[in-house]
């Protein structure tokens, strides 16, 4: 479907020996290409959510408290090296009802931060034994 900037649209279909050539353009009402358009959407989007779908089985998400005694209170992030360690992302940290999406590496954890896991269960168990590391000299 072609767009133009004076607002008319247009099936243009191309000659499949030569994608150069023009075989037919049939002018299409707003109805149409609004129809057209949300046909072709949908099934390119239900393709695209059905290969999302396949890529994220066996994904998990976790929320893990950070305990008081870790070693982990008051450092960053970036010292649990978790996603080295463990394959799993650290995608949010939940603090006194403020949700902190994304955080950096600099972070600084607190104790009661709830830490939100994304990755499989081996990675999320991982994470989870990172963070109840009570070893301060680890």
């Known amino acids: 479907m072609v767009s133009h900037r004076n607002g008319r649209r247009d099936l243009v ?15 299409l009402t707003d109805d149409e290409a609004e129809a057209l358009a949300d046909i072709l959407g949908a099934s390119l989007m239900l393709g695209q959510l059905s290969g999302l779908r396949e ?12 305990p008081a005694g870790t070693k982990y209170v008051n450092r960053q992030l970036g010292d649990t090296r978790a996603r080295t360690r463990t394959g799993a992302s650290i995608v949010a940290v939940l603090r006194d009802g403020e949700v902190i999406v ?10 009661g931060d709830v830490v939100v896991v994304v990755g499989t269960r081996q990675g999320l168990d991982g994470v989870s034994a990172v963070l109840a590391d009570t070893d301060p000299d680890g």
């Open 102 to 111: 994304s955080p950096d590496p600099t972070f600084r954890f607190a104790a």
């Open 55 to 66: 890529q994220a089985a066996g994904l998990l998400t976790e929320q893990i408290v950070i």
């Open 13 to 27: 279909l191309y000659d499949p020996d030569d994608p150069d050539a023009c075989q037919a353009d049939i002018p």
